[in-house]
């Protein structure tokens, strides 16, 4: 080669190999503060849960036959405790409510679930199978199971009390057997039933 010719560069080849990049460790204080974060959800989460169930609403399973054909054994529903705290009670409304010390039907339960046929300064009798509420016959919109079985006496609801009955009129242990109901015991309205998923519906 000439010697006043040029220099040509020189190319180096490189591997095609990725830099190798060391992965930045977790400091303690993000380590720390995801921990927090977890535990604060976890805590809400509870405390949600506690407030839903103590005060708005709270399921219930079903252990007998007393509500058929309306609620069948094995059935759970879901009940709401402020449309009892902040609203009404009218007569058709299924309740749940805890068993008066008087239940001498001989059921394992604690809580009970009927249908309010009385309210407070109501009058009721029965003849046959019609039940009579101040003097007119009481006419059941709902599914419900005849004969009506034991008859109701002549009964005047207290204030603060309710008459309550269940659907399956002759296989009940209600109020024609152990009285009125306080409020003070009624827990909640059933409203929805979400099991089985094949009969999920409102009541």
């Not at 006043?4 to 560069?9: G, V």
């Not at 079903?62 to 402020?82: C, F, H, N, Y």
């Not at 207290?158 to 409020?183: I, K, L």
Request: aromatic share 10%.
């Amino acid at each position: 080669m000439p010697e006043d010719a040029p220099a040509l560069p020189v190319v180096v080849a490189t591997p095609d190999v990725e830099p190798h990049v060391t992965p930045r460790p977790i400091k303690p204080r993000r380590r720390r503060r995801v921990f927090i974060e977890w535990v604060i959800i976890v805590v809400a989460a509870v405390l949600v849960s506690f407030f839903m169930r103590t005060f708005a609403f709270q399921t219930f399973f079903i252990p007998s036959a007393s509500m058929e054909p309306t609620l069948q054994i094995g059935d759970r529903i879901i009940v709401s405790k402020l449309s009892v705290d902040f609203g009404t009670i009218n007569r058709g409304d299924v309740l749940v409510f805890r068993a008066p010390p008087a239940e001498n039907c001989g059921e394992p339960v604690t809580d009970l679930v009927k249908r309010v046929i009385g309210l407070p300064g109501d009058h009721l009798t029965s003849k046959g199978n019609t039940i009579y509420v101040n003097g007119a016959a009481f006419k059941e919109a709902w599914t419900h199971t005849e004969p009506l079985g034991s008859a109701i006496g002549n009964v005047t609801v207290a204030p603060n009390q309710y008459f309550m009955m269940g659907d399956n009129h002759g296989n009940s242990c209600d109020s024609r057997m152990w009285g009125t109901v306080p409020r003070s015991y009624i827990i909640g309205k059933a409203f929805l039933r979400i099991w089985p998923i094949g009969r999920l519906g409102f009541l």
